[in-house]
């Protein structure tokens, strides 16, 4: 449960009363608990300006209080960024935080770093592994192609040497259909 109050004024400016309001978390906890998009590791939790954890953890964690970077990050800046550190279980993440200062709490959304860049390790694997196949296709072909060109004109040249040098009888055959 949390509490909210606000003092009541009258015209003159004087306090006249106090409005208080009483909200229960769990609900805020089962949207907050949603973890569509956020993969097998990811969560998102609120955290007070005084570090008090408002909505329920995924993980274990045995403390009130939420003092990690993320938290602190959020907090101290009042801002809204994008970070890596490690979360409250020790592991790094990849952490997004929001400050709301209207309520004076982050909203803040961790995901396993592992997990948040495995499909950039993937693609980056299969580029390389294109890469280098294509580059050893490129030089089988380049050397296919070299020696269908250069073995018939050294052929040629061959004969053109021995004509020179006075041979008469030598043949140059050619079995293609192109310049040569």
Do not use: H, K
Not at 13 to 35: F, K, N, P, T, Y
Not at 107 to 127: G, K, P, R, V
Request: proline content about 3%.
């Amino acid at each position: 449960v949390i509490y909210a109050g606000t003092p009541v004024l009258n015209e003159f400016g004087r306090s006249i009363g106090v409005v208080v309001g009483r909200a229960s978390l769990a609900r805020l906890s089962a949207i907050v608990g949603e973890r569509a998009g956020l993969g097998q590791t990811g969560e998102t939790y609120i955290v007070s300006a005084n570090f008090a954890i408002l909505t329920a953890l995924r993980y274990p964690y045995d403390s009130r209080y939420m003092r990690t970077d993320g938290s602190t990050y959020a907090i101290a800046t009042e801002g809204t960024d994008v970070r890596l550190y490690d979360d409250y279980r020790g592991v790094p993440v990849v952490g997004a935080y929001q400050w709301l200062p209207e309520l004076r709490v982050a909203l803040i959304t961790e995901q396993d770093t592992a997990e948040a860049f495995q499909t950039s390790t993937a693609t980056l694997t299969a580029t390389g592994a294109a890469t280098v196949l294509i580059l050893v296709l490129a030089i089988v072909a380049a050397l296919f192609l070299t020696r269908s060109i250069a073995n018939p004109i050294a052929r040629l040249a061959g004969a053109a040497e021995q004509i020179a040098a006075g041979d008469l009888a030598v043949v140059a055959t050619v079995d293609r259909d192109d310049e040569l």
